[in-house]
Structures are given as structure tokens and as C-alpha cells.
């Protein structure tokens, strides 16, 4: 089952662990209890999300009205929330499917929650298109529902439809994904089971899992369909996604650079919060020797790059819209619209957090250590949240006729809602961390004989 | 039929089937199953223990009958109470009225004079209901504002008064005409003075009615009191032509106009001016009119200028005496001023228009305004009339002053007002109210609470003009009828009715009315067909005038001895609030002031430089709104405190303004609103001082940004008269032009649209911004006729405004694009920020936006669920019912002109206008459907009139004439600046209009290939 990994490669799996090892150290958080940090942050989590839940229901007993918008600035806090949640959900199937095609085995300590934190933002992000509508009761009609309206049908040409379908399409497949990879772990966890409940329950979600010859063949199998099915829409979703921006007229969003800048973003930010989340987890979750210090550094380069690739996108944003000479292109990049507008500051945080901060990760000292990753993934997830700000409100608020110009600020709804998701987030993922196997055990134990640093000791001691 | 079968079927097998309960049964002759036979209960039911006790059921109020009746009827009306049915208040016609059909609108022609506003109307009634307002178009005054447009809801205003009252009581007409009666017996037999303050009434049966009771009671007196005042300019036209009414002016026939603070597209000498200025705003055969202004604040008039000179009213009063000496006097004043240039300059442009040239003047002067009219004599200006004069005008500002020292001395025993509210509108109005307490009767006629009716012992509820008779003569020979639409609302009696009640008559002024007609007006004429076209015109005989030989240099060295000072003060009235007799109206609290583009406020207009040298601020706050600091004014010894201040583009330095109508007692909450400016209404102007006191002031404004950001080419087009007559078109008017392989092309060759197809009707809409005054008649128009709803000024504040059409208003801007090149800082921040702050004396340009129906329209293709989508007549259709409201459509519009309902606005106590109360629902339009919360509303092309207008000529087999296609907007316009009709009716005029050399499309580079279009502003910048 094992490969070979030349000396010279860092151990991916620490701690002289034997595959006993591996399958006690997953399965703590399962079989022992949560601890009181994990109840405090889930007491906080919780009160966010019903805090959440209010704005919502307030929002839509009362009407949209309650949110910051005008009829100038249709869109704001929504549409940024959305687009950064689905940006978010990026990483995962990135991780799990793109880096399985090109064999990366690092991705094996952490692509588990990678994947769950992407089914966990998705559920966010799908929050938003629905209750960003006037009339929410009637969300269903974005959907091709034969009607008795007699010819009423969805309208094909609307960039909206297409999120609907690929946000959908990416939601589904990626749990199947994930899904499929926590079989084998779940039957671990069935198999160690001894509460009668636990053990029915992980017998269940665990689809009978025998760990034959032949389920190993068959999962491998469906691993790598389902990751060549995936890896297509790691570009697609953020692709429509920016569409909706992309094919419009209005300056600053009509713009053809969007659908790779757009995946550019979502795998920076996607990225971004997974670092925020594992490099949490490794301490509390006592993961500290599987997600180690060359997880941390790799995820870095990805930041690294696609960080890159997105700062030459605003530069050749910029560029363009100073090239093109149309007055309307100079407002939104240039000048007050942008740098020194009434939104100014936000334009410079994107800027700093985005482009000038991620440049420290040239250094290797910074880049492997911790702290300096926390903090950096932390400004990121920022900046990429007012990537979409400034996007979104920046251009709106400089439309094509002075007479429409306006500004728009939050009202305590708008921000309500957003934390409101982000505590859902954490409580779905907190109840991820007691419940299912963080770490995706079984591949795991596959490279630990290659990659684990007691063997690869002991082979270069030889 | 089944299950007949099935029944039969279940009998029969019953008489087979046998069931038995216990073996015993099986036993033939069994004497128990015999004893059950007979008994049902095998045991004795104890009946004789609860019913045989003879007492226990005698203590026993309840019986067991009545226990099941009570608990039958209980549970009965329970049930009954659950299930509410809906309380349905329409009531069927059971016996339809011969002139009313459902469904179908009926017009009436009659006339509003409501002592500010004077005009011909047609009145649309829909099942009984005045609902909208549209101007007389056959009639010589048949031209609408935006008051004129809104003063429907008026009648539908619950804040009216609903009866009669004696201090402060509701009483019966009869007590009231009883108790007045004695008290107007008891003054005539004392012989003291009876007084009729009314506003200008300009009715001829209304003053003979009034002439009649100063028969019978003597002592009696009429004085007539405008709010807004032409007391001046009457005063001067009784000196020079011994008739106290004012001139009549034709501005279609100037070749220059020349105001001197004269805002005769507002409201100066009663306004209705427009449609003959706007005659001679195109040019024809190379010739336009050129209209010089000279003015202290920005009014719409200075706004339409070709060449506005900003000067303070002091200086206004010397630039009249200058310009009296060059063409009058023949002096020119050597003067190096640039002042005195511009005044040379035009001297010899009026002399060259040789008497098709005009000077006006709105100095609250008599000397002022006989100086204009000696000038306009001296040139034999064919624009004036001074003979065929205007009676909408009457009131007399001295003879108020004497009232209100007569009745401070007890001189006066009863005073009676009418369509008129002194207590608020006179500048010394405390002192009025004061004064009112003296005299032993006082009467207040009034559609609602007011200053006035509350100091007053007596109120009369007086209806609304649409639900009287009334007759108006509007200038000489032009008679005017006034005739209710509706039956009277509440109990209310119109004031020439109770006047007849008093003078013991039982005729009915409708009566009174068509007799007075019969016998001096009609001269034998059709008194049904005069009431039928609300008009009727006597030619009067050319009379030759009587001119007075007046003074001249005597006022004109009286005017120059008046003396400016550092701060001057004046008042003005707004589009929407006016005189504030309609405060409570809003529609027109929520109508953006044309200038400032400002709603629910008025606010001291301050210049730049002022206001810098006061320390006073305007600021934009996060939401993008503006607030502003507040001062304390002090002027006219009365100080108003707490005034918000607008820094104003084009406001002459050293010159600040206030608008009238504003802080008015009595109105409903929302629209008590602003500071009252009438303490400052007399005069030429006053020496103020102002003082900056803390607090900020939210403004709500729908226009946020004032100058165009050098877009003008793509925009609002505009050329110079010179440039129109000598250059190619492609030079003032070029189409956008695209690169494809390296080529310039025009649209057409880079469009990636597939055309609709373009059969039968397409509308499109052309709008003329050179004769758009921006007077926002349309607006409210639009309103009316769209169920538009009132959101409010927070909503307006936080950029909700749901007006369907707006009329954008931009300032030029001192930072151009070449003097930003000259200065090397074009294309960096600062130049973009220099070039979004106005000018100080900046041009201004209008343009109506409304939804500019693309035939490629961007909203379209976004919306999910197609909700809005092309229609086939060329409109973009908005199906409400559709829309799940994610607003993209309205993110994706490059005009902005989507409208989100962010709220259910209707029937909700947070939104307390007429939409939330069963009066207020009546002026609701029945063919537009009210929209619901959530869902993307905008302009529909007003679909409903023009299916209209096709049903009515399918239904009588008839081509649609050309004309007949109407929107609201079109159909308001006082200078048909807009024009609709279906373009592919080649002959059309919105059709020529097409292919005029003046249109273009707003933002046309965008591809959009709007069916609404403009023609470009041609301005007359010639120089003598």
C-alpha cells in the first residue's frame, strides 16, 4: 500500500505514530467529551446564530426595507455575504479533488475539514440569494418548476439561474464527495463503538462499510470520478458567480478579467479560512501531528499564489480603466469612486489585507510559523469580504448618471444577519468536530508508512 | 348509482348473516334474550333518584331542556363568531345611473382658483371619483403645475375640516347661520364695520354676491390679500394705466426677455408663462429667443436662462435703473463694471429686437415695476398687454396694513375671511390674531384647521373647489366655470351659499350662478355648452388704454436711494409647497424641489462664499445623505430659529432665501415641516443677520451629486445657437462611435442583439430639454396617475424615493476637462475632485428620467424569473405578480429608474400618507394595481391609457388619430417639452421628432436603443 518518498521530503505525519495511533487520536473527540472551550465558543456560536435567525425573520416579516439598501444600491451586504461564503466554499473540493489528481498526499491531514468547512459556507452562501428577495415565499419560482401558471418559466438568460444551478450542483457534489470519503472512518468509529446508540448510528452512516478488497477498490474508484467531476466546478461555481458582475453593464462590473479573478479570490479566501480553522483545530483537537508545520506552509504558497494572481487582477483593473479613457471605467477604479471616494477606506483595506500583507509569506520564517499564518489568514478572510464591498457598493454607488449617485451604509439587520451566518458556520462545524472523523483516518494511515516520521527514520537510519 | 347497489347489497347479506351477542341466543325461546328483547337497559335506571327528589329539582334554576338550549346556542354563535365574513364596502349600482358606467372614466371641465393657482382642468372621475387632474388644453389657461396636478388629494385630505364650528365646537349650519345672523344684525344696527378678507377670487358672481351684502348691511368692506403678493406691480399698473390688474405677457412673441428677479416660470404675477416661453425656446429658421436673468437665488426661471447674471436684490434694483437710463433715458452709464457691460450689452440687443423684447421685473416695488412698465411702453414691446389684463391678482398689501390697525383700534366689528389663512401668511400675523380678538365677529371660511379658524369664533367648513360652483374671470373676456364633481364629502357649505342663506335668499348659488350668467355673461349663449368647455371668452372691444402720465424719475430716484446692506434676504415659493395652502398634501411635500432636488423641507439658501464665512456647513454623512448646520435668522425684527442651511449654487453672494408655505400650524405630523418665512415677505428684501447655532439638520434629497462629471456628450446634449445654425449636426449631436477592426463604425455594425420585430404600434417618448422648464408638473402627474406611493422624508433621506419619473438636475462645473489638462491634473483624484463641486455661478441643465424602455433592455435579461420583459408595442413590461424581488433588473439599469417596494406601503401606520386611510384610497387610480411589498416597480409607458385609446378606436373602427396617445407625463407638460406616440406612424409628430437633428439618446454608447429619447438644449449665447 505504500509508497516510496524520498528522504529529503519533511514527514507529513509526526509523533512516531502506528496506525493505532491514528485511529485513537480521530476518534477522541468522538468517544470523550467536549471540553469547556468547545462549549463556550458553542454557547457564542449559538447566540450568534440566533441573533441571525431574528434579523432574518425580521427582515422578511417586515421587508427589506429594514436593510441598508436604497434604490440605487440594490445589493450590499447580501451579495458581499454570499459571494465571500462561496468563495470560502472554494477551498475544499480544491483540496480534496484537484490536489488528489495531482496525487498531493498533504492533503490527506486536512482535506476532511477543508471539505466540511466548504459544505458549511456553501450552506451559508445559499442563505443569502433567498432571503435577499422581496418576496421570499415565493424563492421556489427560480427553480424550473412545472407550473399551472401556464407558460411561466424561469428566465434562462439570468446569470441569477445560473447560480442557482451551480451553486447547487457544487453543493451536492461536494457532499457526495465528502461523503464518500467518510465511510471507511465512520466504520472505524462503528467498529470502536461501544455505546449500543453510537454504534447504531455510525452503522448507519456508514452504509455497511466491510472494508474489503472490493470496498477499497470501489472507493477508490468513486474517489477519483467524483474528484474529476469536482474539479470543473471549483471553476465554474466562482465563474457564474461573477457573472452575475461580469455580464451587466455597469461599469466596473462589466468586465471579462472576473470569472479568473473571481476563482483566484475564492481560492485565496477559501484557503485563507482554512488555515483560521486548522490552525485552531490542531490545538484544541490535539491534531497537532497531522496538520503540522508543512501543512501550514503549503497552504501558505496556495495563498501565496492565487494571492498573487489576484493582485495582478486590480492591476490590470486599474490599468484597463485608466487605458479605456471612458470616464465612467476612471470613477470606478481611479479616483473618488474607488482609492479616494467616500469609500476609500474600504478600497484600502482590500488592498493592504490582499495585496500588500500576503507579500510577507516570501519569507519562509514567516510562512511556517503559526501565529503570523493565524493573523494573515485572519486579514485575508477580511479583505476578501471587502473585495466584495467594494465591488458590489463601490460601483453601484458610481453609476452611469451623477443625478444617481449615492452611498449606502448598514443597518443593524444587515450586520445581524452576517454574524448571524458566521455563528451558524461555527455551530455546524463545532458539531462536525464532536461527531465525525476530522482527520480522513483511513488515507491517512495509507501514506503513514511512506510519510510517517518514525518510519521514515527508521528506513533512513538503515 | 354505485353505491345505491352497494347498500341494497349489505341489506341483503344481513338477512343471511346472523350475529349473536352470547350462546343464549342459540336457544330457541330463551327467556332472557326475550327479557332483553323488551328491555334495553337490563338494569333499573335510578331516574327516581334525581328526578323524584321533588325538591332538589325545584332549587334547580336550570332545566335539562334549557341546559341543551343554552349549550345548542353557545356553541351556535361560537362557531358563528369564528367565521367572520369580510366587511365588503362597495355597494353595487342595483339601478346604474344613466351617465356613470363602471370601468369607464368621465371628464368634466372646470377651473381651479384658489387664490394662488389659477387654471382650466378637466377633471377624470371614475365611478363617482375625482381622480386625476388634466389640463383644459381647448382653453386659453388650460396649463398645469404641480400644484394644480395634486390638489386632488386635497379633497381627499382627512386632516379637512368636517363641519362647521363655534369656538372650537362642532355645531349645525342652522344654529351657525342663526347665531351669526344676530350678531350681523346686531353690528348693522350699531353701524359698525363689516369686513370680507378674502383671498383673490377673481369670481364676478362671487363679488356681486359680496356687493349685494354690503346693500343690505351698509357698512361693509371687501379687502383682498394674496399670500403671495403682486401688490406692487397692481399698484404701478393703477398709476400708469389706472386699472388695478396685471399685464398680460406673451413670451412667445420675445425675441429677448429680460427679468430683473422676476421668476415668471414659477410663480411671479401668477405664472402660467411657460407654454408661451417655451414657444420661443426652439430654434426656427435660425431664431430663438434669448432670456437674460438677473437674480439673487437660483430660481427655475434663472435656471432656463441663456444667460443669468447673479446679483443681490439691492443691486437688482440698480441694474433696473441702469437698464432704464440705457434704453429709456438713452444715458449710458460709463461705468466699468462687468455689471454695467451686460447691461449696455443688453440695452442694445432690446433696442435691435425693435418691441419684440420685454422687461419684467419682480422687485416688490411699485417704483420698480413702473420703471419695467415705462420701459416695456418706450419700446413698444408687443409682449406686454396691459389692456386684455389679468384679474388672478387683486390683493392690496396697504389696505391689509389699515385692517390690521383698524381692528388693533377696535374700528372693525366683524371680520370675515375667506380662501385666505392672514394669521399665518401676514408678516405681522401675531400682531393679525392679536388684533382679531378685538372685533366682535369673526368668521373664518376654511377647508381645514388653521392660524386663522383657530383665532376666529366662527368656521365656516367651506368644500374643496371640485366640489363647488364657482365662476373665475381669468383675464378680460375669459370667463371660467367652476363645477363639483363629486357630491360634497362632508358637511360642508361653500361661502357664496352661505352668503345667500344671510341675505335671506333660497335660491341656490348654482342658481344664482346661471342666472348672474344668463343675464351679464352668455349674452344669450348656451349656458350648457359654456359649462361643458369650463370656458367662455367675450371679445372685448380694443379699447384704447388710459395712460397716466406718471413720474418717472421720481421713482426712479426714489428707488436709488435704497441701500443694500451685508446680508439681504428674500423669500420665494417652491413648485410643490407654493403658498403652503397644500402643505398637507403629500404628494407635493415629497415633490424634489427642482433646484435644490430637495423634499419635505424648506431651508435658508446660502451662497458658497457666505457660507464659508460663517462657518456654516452641508455635509454628506455615511448613508450618503446630507445634513446641514442650523442658524438663527433676524430680520424684520422677528428672528426664526433653528433654520437649516443649503448651500446653493448660484446664489448671489451676499444674498440668502427662504421659501414660503412652510411651518404651518395644524397640518398632520409628517408634513409639519420646515420654519415659517412669512414674517419676511414684505418688501424688496431685508437686511438680515444670521448666527450659527449648534445642531445638525437632516435633509432628505434625491439628488446627491450636482454636477455631470464631464458627461455631457452621453448625457444631457447641449449646443449653442451659433453652433446650431452654422455647423454640421455631427459636430453639436455625433451618435457614439465604436472601433471594430480598427475602423470607426456607428451602433449598428457592433450590435449583438437580434432587433424585435418592429410591426404595428412602438411607442416612444421624446422630451425637449430646451423647452423643459423643469416645473415637475409631470411628476406629480405620474404620481397621481400610477398609484405612486409616498414614502416619506426618512426614505427620501436614505435614497427610497419612488417617484416613476424624476427630473435630474445638473450644475456646471468650474473644473473642465481642458482646464484640468491646462492645470496638468487631469485624470488624478484631484481633478475628479474638482470637477464634482458646482460652479458658483453655474449653467443649469434638466432632464426628465423616466424608464427609458430599451428595446435591448439590461433588466431584462437579468431577472430570473422574467418578470420584466419586452412588450410589443416597445414597452419593458414589470409583471408584479411575478417578481420575487432580488432587485437585479434595478442594479443592471444604467438610468436607475427601478423602483423597490422596501416596504408594504400601503395600509401600514408606519407610512400614515394617503394611502393608509379609507379618504385618502379614493384618489387611488382603479385600473393600476397597487404594489405589494417586495416587488420592482417603474414607469409603464402608462400602458393603461394607451390600451385605452386603442380599445376606443378598435371599438369604433378608426385609426388612432395622432395626439391621441397620451401618457401622464405628456398630457401634463404646460410647453409640450414631451411628446408620445407610436413611432412607427411615419406621420406623427413623435415620429418627425425622431428624426430631428436635435435627438439623441440618453446614454446611447450603452446599446441599449432606448424608445425614449431627447432633443438636445439649444442655447442663445449671442452677445449684441
Redesign the interface.
Known sequence: MSHYEAPIREPIILGDKTYHDISNDIAAPIEGKANTWWWVVFSIASFALLWGIGAIAYTIGTGIGVWGLNNKINWAWDITNFVWWVGIGHAGTLISAVLLLFRQKWRMGINRSAEAMTIFAVIQAAIFPVIHMGRVWNAYWVMPIPNQFGSLWTNFNSPLLWDVFAISTYLSVSLVFWYTGLLPDFAMIRDRATKPFQKKIYSLLSFGWSGTAKDWQRFEEVSLVLAGLATPLVLSVHTIVSFDFATSVIPGWHSTIYPPYFVAGAVFSGFAMVQTLLIIMRKVSNLEDYITRLHIENMNKVILLTGGIVMVAYLSEFFVGWYSGSSYEDFTYLSVGAATGPYWWAFWILIFCNGIFPQLLWFKKLRTNFTVSFIMAILINIGMWFERFDIIVINLSRGHLPSTWAQFSPTFVDIGIYIGTIGFFFVLFLLYARTFPVVAQAEVKSILKASGDGYKRARNNK | MLIQYKIKQTINMASNKKYWKSVEELKENSSIVEKLKQKEFVEEIPADQFLGDKDTLDSSSTSRRDFLKYVGFSTAVASLAACEGPVIKSIPYVIKPDDITPGVAEYFATTIADGIDFANVLIKVREGRPIKIEPNKESSFGSTNARVQASVLSLYDNNRLKGPKAKGEAITWNKFDTEVLAKLNELKGNGEKIVFLTGTCASPSTSSLVKKFSEQYSNVAHVVYDAISESAALDAMKEMYGKRSLPDYDFSKAEVIVSVGADFLGDWQGGGFSTGYAKGRIPKNGKMSQHIQFESNMSLTGANADKRVMIKPSQQVNALIKLYQAIVSGVATREMSPLNTAIQDIAKQIKAAEGNAVVVTGIQDKNAQLLALQINKAIQSSVIDVVNTRNIRHGDDAKVTQLTADMKAGKIGAIITHNTNPAYTLPNAKEFTEALKKTKLSVSFAMSDNETTNASQYVAAIPHYLETWNDVLIKKGQYSLTQPTIHKLFDTRQFQETLLKWLGSNETYYDYLKGNWNNNILGGKSWNQALHDGTFSVSVANEENLVNDVDISAAGSALSKIKGSDLELTVYTKAGIGDGQQANNPWLQELPDPITRTTWDNYLLVSRIDAERLGLENR??????LNGDMVNITANGVTIEKVPVYIQPGQAPGSIALALGYGEKGLQEEMSIGVNAFPFAKGIFHNASIEKVSGEHEFACV?????????EGE?TKETTLADFVSKPKDEWNSPPKFSLDHQEVTQDKVDLWEKFDDLGTRFNLSIDLATCTGCAACVIACHAENNVPVVGKH?IR????MHWM?I???YSSDMTVEKGKEEGIF???D???AQ?QPSDAPEVSF?P?MCQHCNHA?CE??????ATSHGLQGQNQMAYN???????C???C???V???????YFDNNEFDFNMNNDLGRMVLNPDVVVR?????EKCSMCIQMTQLTILNAKKEGRPVADGEFQTACSNACPTDAIVFGDVNDKISKVAQLEKDDRSFKL?DF?G?KPNVFYQLKVKNTKEA
Open positions: 454628506t454623512v455615511d448613508n450618503g445623505a439628488q446627491l451629486q450636482h454636477t455631470i462629471m464631464g458627461r448625457i426614505e436614505v435614497s427610497r424615493d424624476r435630474d438636475r445638473y485624470g488624478t483624484g481633478f475628479f475632485n464634482i432632464q428620467v439590461p435579461t437579468v431577472c430570473p424569473v422574467a411575478r417578481c420575487v424581488g432580488t432587485r437585479y434595478a442594479n443592471n444604467p438610468y436607475r427601478r423602483r423597490f417596494n422596501w416596504f408594504k405589494s411589498r417586495g416587488v420592482m446614454l450603452v441599449t
